[in-house]
């Protein structure tokens, strides 16, 4: 037989603070998400404190105290996900889930669209894809190929281009240098 679970007691100002602290030493966040989370924990204790919870002003001024930075985890979030073959679209909307705001996203977004040739060459030879393939593929598996790689964010005519080589070819041409 199990006891009755006793009732959480409602948050107040103190242990709201206390929430966002722990979170943010344990998780890298942003402001958006540390927010979600201090809402949800609200919702799930309910509220004791004086006026309305203001989550949003708890998120900023852990950002103002360089606890949480956006642009940071936005740099970081895009790297990793280039590095595991994920293409621009698929970045985007991880970060917009993530909570960036749009000028940190678009200070990301120069470096995602440079790598955007490695990050497909990446996918390829973890699926195995094109030039990574052990055997020629056939139209109907080049299609296959081919929608996985624009599922994962990649564009479309680098995805064409990368299914359609054949097992072992070269594929550094892809990889063209930006000119300043």
């Given amino acids: 037989m199990t006891r009755p679970r ?3 007691t409602p948050l107040n100002a103190t242990d709201l603070e206390r929430f966002a602290l722990r979170y943010v030493e344990r ?3 942003t402001r958006g998400r540390l927010s979600d989370y201090l809402k949800r924990k609200i919702r799930e204790r309910g509220w004791s404190g004086e006026g309305t919870p203001d989550t949003i002003g708890l998120a900023q001024r852990m950002s103002d105290l360089g606890y949480v930075d956006d642009r940071l985890f936005a740099e970081s979030k895009a790297s990793a996900m280039g ?4 293409g621009a679209r698929r970045i985007d909307e991880a970060l917009r889930q993530a909570g960036i705001d749009e000028g940190d996203a678009s200070a990301v977004a120069p470096a995602v669209r440079a790598n955007a040739a490695a990050s497909a060459i990446a996918f390829a030879r973890r699926k195995r894809i094109g030039p990574y393939a052990r055997e020629a ?5 080049q299609e296959k190929h081919l929608a996985a790689m624009l599922r994962a ?10 299914v359609r080589m054949a097992p072992g070819e070269d594929v550094e041409a892809l990889i063209v240098p930006e000119w300043d």
């Fill in 137 to 141: 593929v056939e139209r109907a598996g």
């Fill in 27 to 29: 998780y890298a966040t």
């Fill in 153 to 162: 964010g990649h564009a479309l005519d680098l995805s064409r281009r990368i």
């Fill in 6 to 8: 006793r009732p959480l």
């Fill in 83 to 86: 590095r595991r073959g994920l």
